[in-house]
């Protein structure tokens, strides 16, 4: 090989590694942002205190509440008579998590929030859930 030849195939090697290292920084800075959000999302989640509800204290009427937790988001509008919840509309934004949508239902059967989380759907379950108590949160 002549020495023009070495030294082209020098340069070409040296721009490809340049090329492959700003290639695996760029991956890892977008991993490692993906990796940050996953992260506050876990502990968003597990955050989440589910406290139950006091119905004996919440008057008839239509109350909205909501639970933002990054990957997963909840808004319900909850109707109560007579002190018993009547009827749970629920928005739901999800990643895999619309297993937990039958908790709405499960919440009007029992007339509260202690109830089990759904498996495989355990954020859903508790952002759903806590945007139910959001809503009846007398003291707000």
């Known amino acids: 090989m002549s020495k023009k030849k070495k030294r082209n195939w020098?340069?070409?090697m040296l721009m490809l590694s340049g090329i492959f290292v700003c290639a695996m920084?760029?991956?890892s800075l977008i991993w490692g942002k993906q990796l940050i959000e996953l992260m506050e999302y876990r502990?968003?989640?597990d955050a989440i205190?589910?406290?139950g509800i006091q119905l004996d204290a919440v008057e008839d009427g239509i109350y909205y509440g909501e639970k933002d937790a990054l990957m997963v988001k909840a808004e319900v509008m909850v109707k109560v008579e007579g002190q018993k919840i009547r009827d749970i509309t629920l928005e739901h934004t999800h990643g895999r998590g619309e297993a937990a949508e039958v908790l709405a239902d499960k919440v009007i059967?029992?007339?509260d929030t202690?109830?089990?989380t759904i498996s495989g759907a355990t954020a859903s379950s508790k952002v759903i859930l806590k945007?139910?108590?959001n809503a009846l949160m007398v003291n707000k």
Request: net charge neutral; hydrophobic share 45%; glycine share 0%.
């Open 109 to 111: 059967e029992k007339q």
């Open 10 to 12: 020098k340069k070409r």
């Open 131 to 133: 945007s139910i108590e």
């Open 25 to 27: 920084l760029i991956a």
């Open 114 to 116: 202690a109830i089990d």
């Open 43 to 45: 502990n968003e989640v």
């Open 49 to 51: 205190q589910l406290l």
